[in-house]
């Protein structure tokens, strides 16, 4: 979920060795100007959400697709399936590497039903409250912009309740690493077990 401290525990991950993407900086990637879904998302949604440019007006754009939920399945059916193919590609590409452990960061895996591609799922959560305030205080939005964000997804236990492995992030950052390094520690034992590591990214 959004702010609940993906990025920070994606990144101890990839200080711990662990392979990462992020399906953020995907996102970002597959609509630079040029790209078949910048080209999509102009016609579909006009080209206001161009800044002069020519690179995507992300704030307009988000005005629009947080207010409207027809906005924002659209925006999402042009950008989902090319993040999809890139980040399926680069775990295929992990995989041939004979890589243990590989992971991929991806806000929206539920909701996108996504969950049942990987092995494992780990969830990093915090108060709803903690992601409004951390959203906030991140992004300089207004309160009800932020909340309005965290509507679209889905809340925050339900996706603890799906997870395999969670990761809170309410406390301090050692103790968060210490339970990014719990969780590394067990997903190497399982993947040299041959418990995971399937590489069922499709």
């Known amino acids: 979920g959004i ?11 990839e200080a711990r060795g662990i392979p990462t993407i992020d399906a953020d900086v995907v996102a970002r990637e ?19 959400v161009l800044r002069a440019d020519g690179t995507l007006d992300r704030p307009a754009l988000a005005a629009l697709v947080f207010a409207d939920a027809d906005a924002r399945l659209a925006l999402e059916a042009i950008v ?5 193919a890139v980040m399926d ?23 996108t039903g996504r969950a049942g591609h990987f092995d494992v799922v780990v969830v ?26 965290l509507s679209a997804q889905w809340p925050i236990g339900e996706k603890v309740r799906r997870g395999h492995y969670v990761i809170r992030t309410d406390g301090t950052f050692a103790e ?8 590394i520690a067990e997903l190497r034992t399982r993947a040299r077990a041959g418990e995971i590591g399937s590489g069922r990214i499709s």
């Open 80 to 84: 989902h399936p090319a993040v999809r």
């Open 124 to 149: 990093t959560a915090c108060d709803p409250e903690e992601q409004v305030r951390r959203v906030v205080r991140r992004d300089g939005a207004p309160v009800e912009a932020a909340r309005a964000r």
């Open 3 to 13: 702010g609940t401290g993906k990025s920070y525990v994606r990144s101890r991950f």
């Open 89 to 111: 590609a680069w775990l295929a590409a992990e995989q041939a590497r004979g890589t243990e452990v590989a992971v991929a960061d991806i806000p929206l895996l539920f909701e």
């Open 176 to 183: 968060t690493d210490r339970l990014v390094d719990e969780v």
């Open 30 to 48: 597959v609509v630079a100007p040029g790209t078949p879904a910048l080209a999509r998302i102009r016609e579909r949604f006009g080209p206001d």
